[in-house]
């Protein structure tokens, strides 16, 4: 189905934390040349693709990250979300995430089992339904296609 004859399913929230709004020139070895212009693209097109409209986000706060995940409440059939290094140090996002009860897939561009050791556990991994790690900006079109196929 293309974007235009697929029924709308609802809107994913697409959140992206910490130091993703440099992307491109950040760390290229470990995160690529890709930029948040070009994940939201990829996230939009995949998403479209199969039913969802897209609200992307990207916050260097916390607070601003779970002020958007409770106001998915009634508004996002599904979240996406990168954390960045959050994942691996609040508990208050989990904490918004499981509150919410929606539908949520954890991203990490690049592979953080391969990684530095604190960055192998995630808070946020037993309240997802599903985790992509180490697909590069693909990852967050595999999350939309895991939400497609939970939400169907």
Known sequence: MTSSTAPHRGTLLVLNGPNLNLLGTREPGIYGSATLSDVEQVTTAAAEAVGFSITCLQSNHEGVLIDAIHAARGTAVGIIINAGAYTHTSVALRDAIASVEIPTVEVHISNVHKREEF????????????????????????????LANSLA
């Open 119 to 146: 960055r192998h556990h995630s808070y946020l991994s037993p309240v997802c339904s599903a985790v992509i790690v180490g697909a590069g900006v693909h990852g967050y079109a595999l999350a939309v296609s895991a």
